[in-house]
């Protein structure tokens, strides 16, 4: 019943840029909060960027100031749009569909099955 797909990853060089989207496929997805993470080998999967129903959003310190988290609801569809991409950005990106129980993000347990991002140096 419940599917997320990411695309737009790649291989880019160190402040370059990538977008990537997922799109899901669920009931009343505009209910639902929703995040991206990313996970690097052997690392963590860590909370990136999420975006509220409303459209309120918050970001890993990390990330703040080069990664923007926005969705369309119309299209079901989240964006990560990512630039000044660093080398410590190498990582598989996943969209979660968040829990609708809490106003702000909280990840569920529905995962994409990821993108990848390599940024060289």
């Known amino acids: 019943q419940v599917q997320l797909v990411e695309s737009g990853g790649g291989l880019v060089q160190a402040g370059g840029s990538l977008r990537l989207s997922c799109t899901a496929s669920?009931?009343?997805?505009?209910?639902?909060?929703m995040g991206w993470h990313a996970q690097a080998p052997g690392k963590q999967r860590e909370l990136v960027a999420a975006?509220?129903?409303?459209?309120?959003?918050n970001y890993a310190d990390s990330v703040k100031g080069r990664f923007t988290i926005s969705r369309d609801n119309a299209k079901n569809t989240v964006y990560l749009q990512m630039t000044s991409l660093k080398p410590e950005d190498t990582a598989i990106y996943y969209c979660?569909?968040?829990?609708?129980?809490?106003?702000?993000?909280?990840?569920?347990?529905?995962w994409g099955q990821g993108t990848q991002v390599t940024v060289s140096s």
């Open positions: 979660n569909l968040g829990r609708t129980s809490y106003t702000r993000y909280v990840p569920g347990d529905h």
């Open positions: 669920a009931n009343r997805v505009s209910f639902y909060p």
């Open positions: 975006i509220t129903r409303d459209g309120s959003t």
